[in-house]
């Protein structure tokens, strides 16, 4: 199944209008220097001494917390690791999964932060992957 990817406007208008939640998929400590408002984080790859390395709780959180039915914006630093991940979701059964294109920096065009859309630094703790996974912090 092809993804479908939208432009951070477009991303906007999914959260605020139709229902759609924006999941990060950065790393925490990327999320947490900036990602869009209400965005919830749970992470593809985890940034660690040698680099980035793949999060094998990805699914599992992704599961717990949002049914597979649910509507998801997929979003990153400039668009792989979100593109990644959506394709991952729906080949986990996972039904209305869009991508969010150009991420929260940006690439090819304008991220989300260029684009001057809604941003924070702070998130409610059942939006944290630390409160997602339940691991704590």
Request: glycine share 12%.
């Amino acid at each position: 199944m092809p993804v479908k990817r939208v432009s951070p406007d477009e991303a906007r208008e999914l959260v605020d209008k139709e229902g759609y939640v924006y999941v990060d998929v950065r790393s925490v400590p990327e999320f947490e220097s900036g990602h869009p408002e209400g965005a919830y984080n749970v992470p593809l790859a985890h940034l660690g001494p040698q680099g980035m390395a793949p999060n094998t709780d990805f699914l599992v959180v992704m599961q717990k917390n949002f049914p597979k039915d649910a509507k998801i914006v997929v979003g990153c630093k400039s668009g792989g690791r979100s593109l990644q991940a959506a394709t991952m979701l729906l080949s986990t059964g996972y039904t209305d999964v869009i991508d969010q294109r150009a991420g929260f920096m940006g690439s090819n065009e304008p991220g989300w932060l260029p684009k001057g859309l809604p941003t924070a630094t702070e998130a409610p703790a059942d939006h944290t992957y630390a409160g997602l996974s339940g691991k704590g912090k």
